[in-house]
């Protein structure tokens, strides 16, 4: 990702890219986090991002239970984007994707009143999630909430055992460490708090969320 065209696919590599939507839904189980994550998300946001959408089955679930908002998707990966898209055309629902980076993320300052992401950050380098984290502060409004849900640090002994193998996978060591909780903070965000902790087989996914304050 050194020169924003290089990244790390959905499963890390491309070929496996078909296989993405089945592994999540069987393996890490994501209904549970991503019906947690639509929620947290205010129903009055007039215009919403999901910063790395991926295939997009987050985001069709949060236009199902934000009907009125404008939702955005952006993702780098063509091949994921058009998977979404034919999700969306087969739902009849109205979402914009965009292919970019959430490295440079196309968008005006203070263009979205809600910004989620959802398993992205962990394929991130440390220099790279600080990166994704201030452009997401960017692009939010004042007031404005941002929502992750990742790889974190683990909360029960099991979670901490399967951890001392899939920290070092990826780029995940960071989130493994706590160090969301303190890139989150120094991008500008106030308010940062570890909403709810979900059991996977590779780990402990936290959402956490903070807020734009309204005076930077």
Not at 7 to 27: G, M, N, Q, S
Request: net charge neutral; glycine share 4%; hydrophobic share 40%.
């Amino acid at each position: 990702m050194k020169n924003h065209h290089q990244y790390i696919p959905a499963l890390r590599f491309h070929f496996l890219t078909p296989l993405y939507d089945a592994a999540l839904k069987y393996i890490m189980r994501e209904q549970r986090f991503k019906e947690e994550l639509c929620k947290i998300i205010p129903t009055q946001a007039e215009k919403i991002l999901d910063a790395g959408c991926g295939t997009g089955t987050l985001t069709a679930m949060m236009k199902r239970t934000h009907s009125l908002s404008e939702v955005h998707g952006i993702d780098i990966d063509d091949t994921v984007l058009t998977i979404a898209r034919k999700k969306f055309e087969r739902n009849s629902q109205h979402i914009i994707l965009h292919q970019g980076t959430i490295l440079q993320l196309p968008f005006e300052n203070n263009s979205f009143d809600a910004v989620f992401s959802c398993l992205v950050l962990h394929h991130l380098n440390t220099q790279q999630k600080q990166e994704a984290i201030k452009e997401i502060f960017r692009v939010l409004k004042p007031g404005g909430i941002f929502a992750v849900a990742d790889f974190s640090t683990p909360h029960t002994i099991p979670m901490m055992v399967i951890t001392l193998i899939t920290q070092y996978l990826e780029e995940t060591y960071d989130n493994f460490h706590g160090r969301l909780l303190e890139f989150i903070p120094n991008a500008g965000f106030i308010h940062p708090d570890v909403h709810s902790n979900f059991w996977t087989p590779m780990g402990t996914v936290s959402i956490i969320t903070a807020i734009k304050p309204t005076i930077s």
